[in-house]
């Protein structure tokens, strides 16, 4: 069974520019997740979705940062503009369903951003 | 959220035994204890999960205490590609609002040949 698939592996880009990171969870996995994790910090989630919704965004800088899952699917993470403390690790990661407990997420390889 | 203490560094000698120990003082009954790691350059994976009783796997034990204020994770056998970060998380078990993981600063465990 393929993973959580990730693109790009590594970034760089100056402060002001704009990325985007595309995520393709695993097959069948209704529930999609965004992760931030700063060098030697935990992950922290960013968004979730179940299926095309957003089921959490609480903690999702909306004014620079923005994500969709077309159709259910593949999901985008865009940043723009980009500041200097956005240099971290994007995780994606996917589970088959919201709201049980034992359910496990599977995260993909992550992307490396650096904005200098 | 009730919240968990781990700490920051351990280190093992390969093929030994290690325990990776997790405080939750403030775990709710319907709380679920889930570990993952996050070998270097790599996403976290999931370890083990639990809830009252201890948990085998093919990759780990989970010792959950009676008062199930802490539990401990064990690895029979720490071989080298053990070398990760391990997070112990709580899982509320009847929350409907959001499925999502709540990771802390985690234990680096390093093992040595």
């Known amino acids: 069974e393929a993973g959580v698939a990730q693109s790009p592996r590594y970034k760089i880009i100056e402060k002001r520019q704009s990325v985007a990171f595309w995520c393709n969870p695993i097959?069948?996995?209704?529930?999609l997740y965004w992760y931030q994790q700063i060098l030697g910090q935990g992950p922290k989630l960013l968004i979730q979705?179940?299926?095309?919704?957003?089921?959490?965004d609480s903690q999702l800088p909306k004014d620079r940062f923005s994500a969709e899952r077309l159709k259910g699917v593949d999901s985008t993470l865009k940043i723009q503009p980009a500041k200097l403390e956005d240099s971290a690790v994007y995780l994606c990661?996917?589970?088959?369903?919201?709201?049980?407990?034992?359910?496990?997420?599977?995260f993909g390889p992550g992307t490396r951003l650096t904005v200098l | 959220d009730a919240k968990t203490t781990q700490p920051n560094s351990m280190e093992s000698n390969e093929e030994e035994p290690v325990h990776l120990p997790c405080n939750h003082s403030?775990?709710?009954?319907?709380?679920?204890i889930h570990w993952y790691r996050q070998l270097p350059s790599q996403g976290p994976e999931y370890v083990i999960h639990?809830?009252?009783s201890n948990v085998n796997n093919r990759m780990a034990s989970l010792a959950i205490a009676e008062d199930r204020k802490s539990s401990t994770l064990i690895l029979h056998r720490a071989t080298l590609r053990d070398a990760a970060v391990y997070y112990c998380?709580?899982?509320?078990?009847?929350?409907?609002?959001?499925?999502?993981?709540?990771f802390g600063g985690g234990t680096r465990l390093m093992v040595k040949p």
């Open positions: 990661a996917s589970s088959l369903y919201r709201g049980v407990s034992t359910d496990t997420q599977y």
């Open positions: 639990g809830l009252t």
């Open positions: 097959s069948g996995h209704a529930t």
């Open positions: 998380i709580l899982r509320d078990g009847f929350n409907n609002a959001g499925n999502m993981l709540t």
């Open positions: 979705f179940q299926n095309n919704g957003v089921v959490d």
């Open positions: 403030t775990i709710s009954g319907t709380d679920y």
